[in-house]
T-cell receptor
């Protein structure tokens, strides 16, 4: 069985603050992929990043960065200098070789960036 | 191609009625997924197609639910004898692969059963 936990239900920050969204995962498989998706009010899930279990290098894309640590089974997401347009629900998800046909999502973190 | 398209975007139905949703995936994607999302939760897997073959169904998919993908292109999800507990957002996604490629999601169909 696999599981994704996003302990932060809601986070509010003021524009230009940095914010980190936490994600902890569980899987027995050694081959797996981790994802982050953004869900704005329109409802469509927007893909942000994919990392495989063999690549622990951190990644930066503009104001976004991801910290993958196998030792703590975590895949945290940081937004630097947040903007109002970053307000959305963010989901962490996992797919593994043992259940390769389905993504397992966390319950999401509602991020509100205040002007 | 503009992405995964779902219709209708919203559906209100009376308990006991049947409803059908449609999903048009990205054209070159042979894998198609249905997920259900309730308020405050992440999407939960319902079923998966590779081309026209339905290869996996979640235990969440009761016998009132049926999905088809007759020609390996668009898919339909039908719910018979709807119940209030069926109220949710139904999301469709498509991908080229599954383990190592991202799934692209549609905007979903929000079902309200009254």
């Amino acid at each position: 069985a696999q599981k994704v936990t996003q302990a932060q239900t809601e986070i509010s920050v003021v524009e230009k603050e940095d914010v980190t969204l936490d994600c902890v995962y569980e899987t027995r498989d050694t081959t797996y992929y981790l994802f982050w998706y953004k869900q704005p009010p329109s409802g469509e899930l927007v893909f942000l990043i994919r990392r495989n279990s063999f690549d622990e290098q951190n990644e930066i894309s503009g104001r976004y960065s991801w910290n993958f640590q196998k030792s703590t089974s975590s895949f945290n997401f940081t937004i630097t200098a947040s903007q109002v347009v970053d307000s959305a629900v963010y989901f962490c998800a996992l797919i593994s070789s043992g259940s390769a046909r389905q993504l397992t999502f966390g319950s999401g973190t509602q991020l509100t960036v205040l002007p | 191609d503009t992405g995964v398209s779902q219709n209708p975007r919203h559906k209100i139905t009376k308990r006991g009625q049947n409803v059908t949703f449609r999903c048009d995936p990205i054209s070159e994607h042979n894998r198609l997924y249905w997920y259900r999302q309730t308020l405050g939760q992440g999407p939960e897997f319902l079923t998966y197609f590779q081309n026209e073959a339905q290869l996996e169904k979640s235990r969440l998919l009761s016998d009132r639910f049926s999905a088809e993908r007759p020609k390996g292109s668009f898919s339909t999800l039908e719910i018979q004898r709807t119940e209030q507990g069926d109220s949710a957002m139904y999301l469709c996604a498509s991908s080229r692969g599954h383990l190592n490629t991202e799934a692209f999601f549609g905007q979903g169909t929000r079902l309200t059963v009254v």
